[in-house]
């Protein structure tokens, strides 16, 4: 089955530096990778997701890229702001899984102001 | 934040005794989904179903069971047989790719 590792388990940036989560996946027939963002006592929400055929992906501050050959993925937050602090799980999804996900570790990234 | 619920907030339970965790969702969504999150090792999923009456074991489904006898609801069963039950439990859906969280149910094996 599909393995997902994420790194690292936590980081740390000051207020508007950038923040890098990288992510590696195991089964070369997946074919699409979200993002979830989890602030504490609430539930993970979608934040941006890559599907294959494309290298990277871009919304406002947070974007996203893959290497397929590598096997790898990223989250890139740019200008980080205090609001950003929260954890993060990178996830994969093999093509003939139906909507199954297989999720990383999880990220605890923490903005200090 | 509506749209999918799971009761209860925080559920403890004996050791020995099932404990049966509620999901329930209004968004028509076909596809349903449980997960376990433990610290530091992200979402595990225990079960899902993509239509009513059928469903499939995930990775973690032992000490576990479900039922999908209705599109909205997708309730989870942890059994006696689950040795290390005390977890955060997620309940999701989703109709294509995005998939929709409940707020989670805490459980606590005393």
């Known amino acids: 089955g599909e393995n997902v590792e994420q790194h690292p388990s936590t980081l740390s940036v000051q207020e508007g530096d950038s923040a890098v989560i990288k992510c590696t996946y195991s089964?070369?027939?997946?074919?699409?990778f979200p993002w979830y963002k989890q602030e504490l006592g609430k539930r993970p929400q979608l934040i941006i997701d890559?599907?294959?055929?494309?290298g990277e992906k871009k919304d406002q501050r947070i974007a996203v890229t893959l290497n397929k050959t590598a096997k790898h993925f990223s989250l890139h937050i740019t200008e980080t702001q205090p609001e950003d602090s929260a954890v993060y799980f990178c996830?994969?999804?093999?093509?003939?899984?139906?909507?199954?996900?297989?999720f990383g570790g999880g990220t605890r990234l923490m903005v200090k102001p | 934040d509506g749209g999918i619920t799971q009761s209860p907030k925080y559920l403890f339970r004996k050791e020995g005794q099932n404990v049966t965790l509620s999901c329930e969702q209004n968004?028509?969504?076909?596809?349903m989904y449980w997960y376990r999150q433990d610290p530091g090792q992200g979402l595990r999923l225990i079960y899902y179903?993509?239509?009513?009456?059928?469903?499939q074991k995930g990775d973690i489904a032992e000490g576990y069971s479900v039922s999908r006898e209705k599109k909205e609801s997708f309730p989870l069963t942890v059994t006696s047989a689950q040795k290390n039950p005390t977890a955060f439990y997620l309940c999701?859906?989703?109709?294509?790719?995005?998939?929709?969280f409940g707020p989670g149910t805490r459980l606590t094996v005393l």
């Open positions: 999701a859906s989703s109709r294509e790719d995005e998939q929709f």
């Open positions: 089964d070369s027939a997946s074919n699409y």
């Open positions: 890559i599907r294959s055929n494309v």
């Open positions: 996830a994969a999804r093999r093509d003939n899984a139906g909507n199954m996900l297989t």
């Open positions: 968004l028509n969504h076909d596809a």
């Open positions: 179903s993509q239509i009513v009456n059928d469903f």
